[in-house]
């Protein structure tokens, strides 16, 4: 005898919880079954049923548990669970339909008392009589197989107290080692977007330090336009922040002193032609910002503070056989932050376009705009919509003077919307660079 078979006979008694719950879970391992759920496992009127279920296309299952304390194979036994079959068999037809209109069709019975098969087939009988289309008995021995299969080695642990075997643990581990591995990983990846979204919620209450823009281009600058570019940020805050309404930065070409055809005949990696950043921010008087930068604007000797404000600018090497423009906006403290600033999350929901010149814009194939270590944008070509645009260029560095010259301005937007806006609500955006790299 198994200890399988021993455990079934008496383990449970007088525990028709456990009996019960035992046996809806041994039916939801049964493929045809699905649906599976006790009646009232903890007791009460229960209709003449233990669980309901539904088998294959729909039809309603019906299920009893008779068990009997100190289980034996004796004729005693196992007339009386015959008794109790024929009880809850009778009890079928009053059974109300369900709220499908559907009236019980299948019928199964558990129990712990071995029967024979002469027995089985008369309860069948029996059930098939009473307009049952299917009628499916579980003796012990049926129950014994269940549990000491792979699909029922954690029930039996769970009820009965039956570890597994060396190799119970074998078989398990083959049927369901690679479903396991899959569960953790899958489970291990939803605790890491967790962990990633709260990070950013945290960081994103840091001050901006820097906003990165990176246009990838189909080719090189000098293939694209001779290396002459202009490429401006405009973006606008929703709402302001302590009185920082928008930001406007970008970089230009200085004149082009050597061509693409020059730099590439020579041999000498020294470039000659220059590029040029600037940046400004609007800032609503009154406000905290305000008044910072007014201090800082007289400190600088500047008679007209206005509400634009000058934000800072750079002078660097154009490298015009690259196929990339880089242009960025700056806040990093140095004793104190010399431009307006704001904090990561006050970028949720903001509204950005960009200008450039025609004959850049037709050769776009990707924008990246980042701040700090996140990537809040990451635009494809077929994501863009080229307008005509009439832009006002007054603000520009002197040495970008011979940019306003250029006639084709192009605006870019969204292909569906008037502007580009990051939102942090239902997007965690990505950290490029990670403590684990």
Not at 217 to 233: N, R, T
Not at 294 to 320: N, Q, T, V, Y
Request: charged share 30%; proline share 5%; hydrophobic share 35%.
């Amino acid at each position: 005898m198994s200890e399988t078979d021993r455990q079934l006979k008496d383990r449970l008694n007088t525990n028709q919880v456990v009996r019960e719950r035992m046996c809806v879970e041994l039916l939801q391992t049964q493929r045809d079954f699905s649906d599976v759920r006790p009646r009232l496992p903890k007791g009460g009127p229960d209709g003449g049923r233990d669980l309901e279920a539904v088998y294959k296309d729909g039809q309603r299952v019906v299920g009893a548990v008779g068990f009997v304390n100190d289980a034996t194979d004796t004729a005693e036994h196992r007339r009386r669970v015959e008794s109790k079959f024929d009880r809850d068999l009778e009890k079928l037809s009053t059974i109300p339909a369900d709220d499908q209109g559907r009236m019980p069709e299948v019928f199964v019975f558990f129990t712990n008392v071995g029967l024979t098969p002469s027995i089985v087939n008369r309860l069948k009988e029996s059930a098939y009589a009473a307009n049952v289309t299917l009628c499916k008995v579980f003796d012990r021995e049926r129950i014994r197989l269940m549990l000491d299969c792979n699909t029922g080695y954690a029930i039996r642990q769970r009820h009965l107290g039956i570890p597994l075997s060396d190799a119970e643990q074998k078989d398990f581990f083959d049927r369901w080692g690679s479903q396991i591995q899959s569960m953790m990983s899958t489970t291990l990846g939803s605790i890491e977007t967790v962990a990633h979204r709260l990070h950013f919620l945290a960081e994103a209450q840091f001050l901006v330090d820097q906003i990165w823009v990176t246009v990838k281009l189909s080719s090189s600058l000098g293939d694209v336009s001779g290396g002459d570019f202009l490429f401006q940020v405009e973006l606008a805050l929703n709402p302001h922040s302590d009185g920082l309404c928008s930001l406007r930065f970008g970089s230009g070409s200085e004149a082009i002193v050597e061509s693409i055809d020059e730099i590439r005949n020579r041999r000498k990696h020294f470039r000659r032609n220059g590029q040029v950043g600037f940046g400004f921010a609007y800032i609503l008087p009154g406000t905290p910002q305000h008044e910072r930068q007014k201090a800082f604007e007289r400190d600088m000797d500047s008679d007209e503070p206005g509400d634009w404000f000058a934000a800072g600018s750079s002078h660097g090497i154009l490298d015009i056989e690259r196929p990339y423009i880089q242009t960025s906006y700056g806040s990093e403290p140095f004793i104190e932050r010399p431009f307006p600033t704001c904090r990561l999350i006050d970028l949720h929901r903001c509204m950005i376009v960009f200008l450039c010149n025609g004959a850049v814009a037709s050769h776009i194939e990707e924008i990246n705009v980042s701040v700090n270590e996140y990537r809040i944008l990451d635009l494809r070509c077929e994501e863009l919509r080229i307008d005509d645009a009439s832009p006002d260029l007054s603000h520009l560095p002197e040495s970008l003077g011979h940019l306003a010259m250029l006639r084709d301005w192009k605006v870019l937007r969204p292909s569906d919307a008037s502007a580009f806006r990051p939102a942090f609500d239902t997007i965690t955006p990505e950290r490029w660079l990670r403590f684990d790299n």
